[in-house]
């Protein structure tokens, strides 16, 4: 089963190779998905303070009946926090919201506000002084794995070249029709393991005529074929459902893809369509 198998990040930190994505899971229903996700063996749930649900999440990781350490959580610093004060203080808020001793993980969220995003700035002071919170926070032992998101190519140079502690992860928009192998490259060239969020983009490759035929000889659903794509590419699939039979079908990815089909799905076209996120930064790209 895939939500017993790990990736080990540059620290040996094991991390599961599937998480579960909470984004749009408001927080007075998030506890029962996430009860329902760990009672269908998932291990790993993926949350932010952007998201508004780290109550929900944190009430869930206490109450689910699976001892913590064998669960990974990861929480994200919002976007907007770019300074060293608001970030130790912002990292401690995560922790006592989610009511939890430590979290698995914590990631810058963007490597500019939400307003900025991709703009002229780019934060490079910011960024590192909120770098130096997470590292402390981790040589603390209240984060057990430090990483960034959205981070190009030079946003995590910044970082590399002035760290005492290196990103252990970068969580990036990539799914099928849209992998930026670049940035895949060189992450994995520095040891950071590339979470990929949004890998059923949002929905949008559930309308994609290529991808829905190849599902289809496969027997499987449009989100189990996308999972098993960015698994079979090396990264951490991170879907969304609220739904326990969709999150159910969504670990359900023991089956190959061929070389041949991997290949064709490399050429699919470009999903247009994100749904009711079509307005947000990160789809914009
Ligand atoms: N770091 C960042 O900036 C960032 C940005 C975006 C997302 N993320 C992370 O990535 C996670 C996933 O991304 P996402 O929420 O944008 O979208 P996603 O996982 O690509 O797609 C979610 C959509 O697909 C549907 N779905 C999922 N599994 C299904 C199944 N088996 N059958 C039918 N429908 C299915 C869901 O509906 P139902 O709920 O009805 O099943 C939902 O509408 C987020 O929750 C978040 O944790 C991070």
Same mark, same amino acid.
């Given at each position: @089963?895939?939500?017993?198998?790990?990736?080990?990040?540059?620290?040996?930190?094991?991390?599961?190779?599937?998480?579960?994505?909470?984004?749009?899971?408001?927080?007075?229903?998030?506890?029962?998905?996430?009860?329902?996700?760990?009672?269908?063996?998932?291990?790993?749930?993926?949350?932010?303070?952007?998201?508004?649900?780290?109550?929900?999440?944190?009430?869930?990781?206490?109450?689910?009946?699976?001892?913590?350490?064998?669960?990974?959580?990861?929480?994200?610093?919002?976007?907007?926090?770019?300074?060293?004060?608001?970030?130790?203080?912002?990292?401690?808020?995560? *922790?006592?919201? @989610?009511?939890?001793?430590?979290?698995?993980?914590?990631?810058?969220?963007?490597?500019?506000?939400?307003?900025?995003?991709?703009?002229?700035?780019?934060?490079?002071?910011?960024?590192?002084?909120?770098?130096?919170?997470?590292?402390?926070?981790?040589?603390?032992?209240?984060?057990?794995?430090?990483?960034?998101?959205?981070? *190009?190519?030079?946003? *995590?140079?910044?970082?590399?070249?002035?760290?005492?502690?290196?990103?252990?992860?970068?969580?990036?928009?990539?799914?099928?029709?849209?992998?930026?192998?670049?940035?895949?490259?060189?992450?994995?060239?520095?040891?950071?393991?590339?979470?990929?969020?949004?890998?059923?983009?949002?929905?949008?490759?559930?309308?994609?005529?290529?991808?829905?035929?190849?599902?289809?000889?496969?027997?499987?659903?449009?989100?189990? *074929?996308?999972?098993?794509?960015?698994?079979?590419?090396?990264?951490?699939?991170?879907?969304?459902?609220?739904?326990?039979?969709?999150?159910?079908?969504?670990?359900?990815?023991?089956?190959?893809?061929?070389?041949?089909?991997?290949?064709?799905?490399?050429?699919?076209?470009?999903?247009?369509?994100?749904?009711?996120?079509?307005? @947000?930064?990160?789809?914009?790209?």
């Amino acid at each position: @089963m895939i939500t017993q198998e790990t990736y080990t990040l540059s620290n040996d930190v094991k991390i599961p190779k599937l998480g579960l994505g909470t984004w749009f899971i408001e927080d007075k229903d998030v506890v029962q998905v996430v009860k329902d996700a760990v009672d269908l063996g998932y291990r790993h749930i993926d949350t932010a303070q952007a998201y508004q649900n780290e109550r929900g999440v944190g009430e869930a990781i206490r109450a689910c009946g699976v001892p913590r350490e064998e669960l990974f959580v990861t929480s994200k610093l919002a976007a907007e926090v770019k300074n060293y004060p608001d970030a130790v203080a912002s990292i401690d808020k995560s *922790l006592e919201t @989610m009511g939890l001793d430590y979290l698995d993980m914590m990631i810058i969220h963007s490597p500019q506000p939400w307003k900025e995003f991709r703009g002229d700035d780019k934060y490079y002071e910011g960024n590192r002084a909120a770098w130096k919170a997470l590292e402390e926070a981790y040589q603390a032992g209240k984060l057990r794995a430090i990483g960034v998101s959205n981070f *190009l190519q030079a946003d *995590l140079e910044n970082i590399l070249q002035s760290c005492t502690v290196k990103p252990m992860v970068n969580q990036i928009l990539a799914h099928i029709s849209h992998m930026p192998t670049d940035l895949i490259r060189f992450s994995q060239s520095h040891d950071i393991l590339v979470e990929g969020y949004s890998p059923v983009a949002h929905g949008g490759l559930m309308k994609h005529d290529k991808v829905v035929e190849i599902a289809k000889a496969y027997d499987v659903s449009v989100p189990q *074929l996308a999972v098993r794509y960015l698994l079979q590419k090396g990264l951490l699939p991170l879907p969304k459902s609220a739904k326990k039979a969709h999150i159910q079908n969504n670990a359900d990815v023991d089956f190959e893809i061929s070389e041949q089909d991997m290949a064709t799905l490399d050429q699919a076209e470009r999903v247009k369509d994100y749904g009711d996120a079509n307005q @947000m930064p990160v789809f914009q790209e």
